[in-house]
C-alpha cells in the first residue's frame, strides 16, 4: 500500500478511539497504567499525523480523500479528505491532546477516574480529527453534536465548584445552536441537488439553491451554530462559565480546538456553500467581529479569575479570525485560517500555564496567587510572559504573523473595521500585562518561598508549544504554503476577486492591450505578498 | 350438510399466523393458569409467552420479507396483510418480546414487579399472607398475549369495526395490567381506573364516529370509504365530524394533547415493566392505526382535517415538552417525553408523503426498542430498606443522583438512551427526528418541523437534567439504594432485564450510526404500500 491510498484520515480517526475502549473497557490492571496508555497512544497518533503531512502537497485539493456511502437515502457519505485548512488543524488536534494528558497526569488520584478521564479526552480526539477532515455536509454535523457529549462530561464529571451548572450550559447553549444548524442540514437536503451524494461538500459548492431567501435562511441556520460554538458576541456568554469550571486541561481542547470548528465551519462551509448570502450577511458579522474584538478583551480586563480572563481573551480573539473570515481577500484568509492554529497553541499554552499556577496556589483568583512570584518560580514566570505576550501578538511570534495579515487583508477591503480593530491590540498588551503584573512582579513573599517551579514535566508540556510559536513567527512559510491555496480558494468561491493596489486598478480601466497581462501578474504578485508578509 | 347453509367465509390463515400463534397463544395461557399447578405455572407461561411473541416475529419478517406490492386483503376485506402491516406486526412483536423479558424478571428473592394476588385489598391481611406465601400472579402472562395479539392486528384492520375491536382487545389487559403493581398499589388501582374511564371514552368517541362514517358513506370498510370520499365532491359535514371523531379516540391511545391526560397517571402507577411494554407497543400499534385511517380518509378530506392534524401535532410537542420540564419524577418525566415524541411521530404523518410515512415507519421502531430498554433500566433502580430488602421503585429524581457513580453501566445505558430521545447523533432517536422533520420540510409542512426543532431543543434540557443527576451530583444518603452488587451489572435478578437492555441498546446504537440498511426497508415498505394507493 502506497502512501497515496493508504485510509490515513481514517486510521487517524478511529486510533484515538480504539485507544479510549482500551483504557475505558481495560479493567482495574490496565486503567492503573491508564495515563501511561492513553498518553503514549496519542503520541503514536501525533506521530501518523506528521507522517500523513509530510505526504501533503500544497496546492490547495483536497488531498487524503475517502468516501463511502453511508446513509444512501438521505445521501450521505462518510467523506473525509483535508486541504491546508483542515490538514492544520488535524495536527493542532493531534498535538495538544498529549500534552493536555500530560499536564493532566497528577490532577486524579483515583485511577478509575483517571482512565475515564484519559478516555474520554481520546474519545474527543477521535470527534476533533473527523470533523476537521469531514467532507460531507452531514457528517461534519454529526460530529458537530457528537463532539458535545465528551465535553459535557469532561466539564461536568471533573471540573471543580460549578461545573454542574456550566456544563448544562455549555450543552444547552450548543445543542440550541446544533438544532438551529439541523434545519439548515435538512434543508440542504430537501432544496439541494439530493441524490446519493447529496451531501457532499464538493457537490454543493457552486449549486443553485434557487431562492435568495431560501439560501439566506440556510447560511444563517448554520452561521448561528457556528457562532455559539465560535462563540461571538452575543452567544459566547457559556465560555467563561465553562473554563473557569472546567480543569484547565478540558479548557485547552474546549478553546484550542473545539471553538475552532466554529470559525472553520465558517470557512468551508458558509462561504463556498452560500456565497450570496454570505455577501448579505458580512457587513453585521464584521460589526459583530469587531465587537467581540473589544467586548471581549474589556470583560478580560474586569476578570480576576485566571481562566475566565482567559476564556474572555478568546472571544476577543475568535473576533480577529471571524473578522479575517468575512474580509474576502485571500490575505486576511490566510491570516484567520493561520490564526486559528496560533491561538490554539498560544491559548492552550496559556490555560496549561493557568492550570499549573491553580495548582500551586490553590485558586483561580490572581489577586491572591501572587504578588511577587516571579522570585520564586522564574521559569513559570518567563514562560507565562513568553505565552502572554503571544497573546498580544508581539512580532517574532507567530500570533504576529496571522494578526498582522488578518488587519493587513481587512484593511484591503474594510478599512475603517481593520483601523478600529487594531486598536484592539492595545487592549491585549493591558490584560496581559496587568495579569503578569498581579501574579508575578513586586517584592518577594515569604509565604510564597517555598512555591515550586516548573518541573520537568510541566517544561515538557509547554516547550513545544512555546517552541512552535517562536518558529513560525520567525519563519511561517511552511505554514502559509500550506494555507494560501485554500486561502485563495475560499475568496473566489465566496465570490470575490482580490482587491488589487489602485495602479492596476487603472491600468485595468485603460484601454492599453498590454494591462491584462500586467493585472495578472499584479494580482499573482499581491497574494504573493499576502503570503510573505 | 348443514341444515343451516352459513355464508361461506373465506380466512387466509397463513397470512394471520402472527395474530394468530399470539392469540392462540394467549388462549393456552389461559388454560394454563386453570390446570396447571400453581408451582409449575411460571415455568410454564414464561416460555409459552416468549416463544409465541418470538415465533409471530419471525413469521411476520417471513412475510414481510416476501411481501409484493398488491394488498392481501385477508378475513373477508376485514384486515389487510400489507407491507405496513406486517413491518409493524415485527415491530410490535420485537418490542413486546423485549418488554416480555423484562416482565418476567424477578429479583433473587423471587419478587417480581406484580401484586402476589391482585384481587386481595391493598394493605389486608390476606395480601400479607398471600405474600408470605410467596404466591405469583401469572395471570400477567395470558393478559400482555392477549394485549399483544389486539395490537397486532389494529395496524393491519381496515374495517372500524374491526379496529374497533382490536383496539379493545389490547386496551383492556392493559387496564388490568396498569392496576397490578406490587408496589403503591392503590396508585396503581387509582391509574387503572383513570386509564379505563378515560380510555372507554375514547372508545365512545371512536364507536360514535365510526357511525356517522357509516351514515355518510354507508360502509365501515376503510377502502371503500376511501374511495367514496374522493369521489364526492363537496365536503359532508356527516363524514367531517365522523373523522374527526374517529381521530379522536386514535389520538388518544397514541397520546396526543388534549387527549394525553392519562399519559403520566398511569405511566408513573403502573408497574413500570408494564409501562415500557405499553409505552412502546401501543404507540407503534396506534400509529399504524392512525396511519391507515389518515392515508385513507386524508384524500378527500386533506382540507378539513389538515388543521386538525396540524394543530395536534404542534400541541402535543409543545406541551410534551414545556410540562415535561417541570417533572421530578423520572416516570412522569418519560411520560411527557412520551407525550412530545407523539408529537414528533405526528410531523411525519402529518408530512402525508412517502418519505414522511416510511420515516414514521422508522420512528416508530426505534422509539420503541429504545422506550423498553430506558423503562428496563428504570425498573432495576429500587429502593432497599434496612435488613436489605426491595421496596418499591425509586422513581424520584432526587433518588437517581450519584446513579452513574455507583452503578455506572446502568447509568450509561440510561443515558444512551436519553440521548436517542434527546436526538444526538449516532444514536437512532437522531436518524429518526432527521427522517420526519425532513419529511416535513420536503413537503410543504416546514413551519411543523422548526416548531419540532425547537421543542427538540428544550427536551434536550430535561434529558439533561436526569444525566446531570445521575452523574455530576453525588449520592444521597444510604436509605435508597440500587439492587447493585457488582460493578453495575450484577443487578440481583434474573438477568432477563439486563438482556432486554442491551439488545435495546445495541440496536439504537446500530440504527444510530449504520442506518442505511433500516431505512431502505422502511422505504421499499413505504414505497410498496403508497404504489397500493
Sequence with gaps: ?533 | MSVLAAPEIHIEWSALAPVLIVLGAAVVATLVEAFVPRQARRLVQVPLALLSVAAAGLVALQLALTASSSTTAAAQGNLAVDPMALYLQLAIAACSLLGLLVIADRTVQGEDAFAPQASAVPASEYEEQVRRAGWTQTDVFPLVLFAVGGMMLFPAATDLITLFVSLEVLSLPLYLLTGMARHRRLLSQEASLKYFLLGALASAFFLFGAAWVYGATGTLNLYVIQISVSSVTGLSPILVVGAVLILVGLLFKVGAVPFHAWTPDVYQGAPTVVTGFMAACTKIAAFGALLRVIYAMVPGLEWSLEPVLWTVAILTMVVGTVVGLVQKDVKRLLAYSAIAHAGFILVGVTAYSLEGLSGSLFYLFTYGISTVGAFGVLSLVREVDSDGHMRGEATGLDQWRGLGRRSPLLAGCFAIFLLSFAGIPLTSGFVAKFAVFGAAFGSGAAALGIVGLACSAAAAFFYARVIQVMFFDSPPDEEVRLTTVGPGIGVRTLGFTQIAIAVSLALTLVLGIVPGWFLSFTEELSSLLMLTR
Excluded at chain 1, 488536534?93 to 478516555?119: I, N, T
Excluded at chain 1, 437536503?189 to 434557487?210: A, N, Q, V
Excluded at chain 1, 481562566?307 to 473578522?323: C, D, E, P, Q
Design chain 1, 1 to 533: 500500500m502506497t502512501m497515496e491510498t493508504f485510509p490515513w484520515l481514517t486510521v487517524l480517526i478511529a486510533a484515538p478511539a480504539v485507544g479510549a475502549l482500551v483504557v475505558w473497557l481495560g479493567g482495574p490492571a490496565l486503567q492503573r497504567f491508564a495515563r501511561q496508555i492513553a498518553f503514549g497512544w496519542s503520541v503514536v497518533v501525533l506521530a501518523l499525523a506528521v507522517v500523513m503531512a509530510t505526504g501533503f502537497k500544497a496546492d490547495g485539493s483536497i488531498q487524503f480523500a475517502e468516501r463511502y456511502e453511508w446513509i444512501p437515502q438521505f445521501g450521505v457519505s462518510y467523506a473525509v479528505g483535508v486541504n491546508g485548512v483542515g490538514l492544520t488543524m488535524v495536527l493542532l488536534s493531534a498535538l495538544l491532546v498529549p500534552l493536555v494528558l500530560l499536564a493532566a497526569w497528577k490532577e486524579q488520584p483515583d485511577p478509575a477516574k483517571a482512565a475515564h478521564y484519559a478516555a474520554l479526552v481520546l474519545c474527543l480526539e477521535t470527534f476533533m480529527i473527523a470533523v476537521f477532515a469531514a467532507r460531507d455536509v452531514f457528517f461534519f454535523y454529526l460530529l458537530f453534536e457528537a463532539m458535545l457529549i465528551p465535553v459535557y462530561f469532561m466539564i461536568g464529571s471533573f471540573g471543580g465548584p460549578g461545573a454542574k451548572k456550566a456544563a448544562v450550559k455549555f450543552l444547552l447553549y450548543s445543542l440550541a445552536g446544533g438544532l438551529v444548524m439541523l434545519a439548515g442540514v435538512i434543508a440542504v437536503w430537501t432544496s439541494g441537488p439530493r441524490g446519493r451524494t447529496g451531501f457532499m461538500i464538493d457537490s454543493l459548492i457552486g449549486f443553485d439553491w434557487g431562492s435568495t431567501s431560501v439560501e439566506r435562511l440556510m447560511f444563517l441556520s448554520f452561521f448561528v451554530a457556528f457562532a455559539v460554538k465560535a462563540p461571538m458576541f452575543p452567544v459566547h456568554t457559556w465560555l467563561p462559565d465553562a473554563a473557569q469550571a472546567a480543569k484547565p486541561g478540558t479548557s485547552v481542547l474546549l478553546v484550542g480546538v473545539l471553538d475552532k470548528v466554529g470559525t472553520f465551519g465558517m470557512i468551508t462551509l458558509c462561504l463556498p456553500l452560500f456565497p450570496e448570502a454570505t455577501t448579505w450577511a458580512a457587513p453585521v458579522i464584521v460589526v459583530l467581529a469587531v465587537v467581540s474584538i473589544f467586548w471581549g478583551a474589556l470583560l478580560a480586563l474586569g476578570q480576576s479569575d485566571i481562566l475566565r480572563m482567559i476564556a474572555y481573551t478568546s472571544v476577543s480573539h475568535f473576533g480577529f479570525i471571524v473578522l479575517g473570515v468575512f474580509a474576502f481577500t485571500s490575505t486576511a484568509e490566510i491570516g484567520a485560517s493561520f490564526y486559528m492554529v496560533n491561538h490554539g497553541l498560544s491559548t492552550g499554552a496559556l490555560f496549561l500555564l493557568a492550570g499549573f499556577l491553580i495548582a500551586r496556589r490553590g485558586t483561580q483568583d490572581m489577586t491572591k496567587m501572587g504578588p511577587g512570584l516571579q522570585r520564586t518560580t522564574p521559569l513559570l514566570a518567563g514562560t507565562f510572559l513568553v505565552v502572554g505576550l503571544s497573546a498580544v501578538a508581539l512580532p517574532g511570534l507567530s500570533t504576529f504573523v496571522s494578526e498582522f495579515m488578518v488587519l493587513v487583508g481587512t484593511y484591503q477591503r474594510i478599512p475603517a473595521a481593520a483601523v478600529i480593530s487594531a486598536l484592539g491590540v492595545i487592549m491585549a498588551a493591558l490584560y496581559i500585562l496587568i495579569a503578569y503584573q498581579k501574579i508575578f512582579t513586586g517584592p518577594k513573599q515569604d509565604d510564597l518561598a517555598d512555591t515550586p517551579d516548573l518541573n520537568g514535566r510541566e517544561l515538557w508540556v509547554v516547550a513545544p508549544l512555546i517552541a512552535l510559536m517562536l518558529v513560525f513567527g520567525l519563519y511561517p512559510k511552511p505554514a502559509i504554503d500550506w494555507l494560501k491555496a485554500p486561502a485563495a480558494e475560499t475568496v473566489e468561491q465566496a465570490g470575490y476577486k482580490e482587491p488589487l493596489p489602485e495602479v492596476l486598478e487603472n491600468l485595468l480601466s485603460a484601454p492599453d492591450p498590454g494591462a491584462e497581462s500586467l493585472v495578472t501578474v499584479g494580482r499573482a504578485s499581491s497574494s504573493l505578498e499576502g503570503g510573505q508578509s
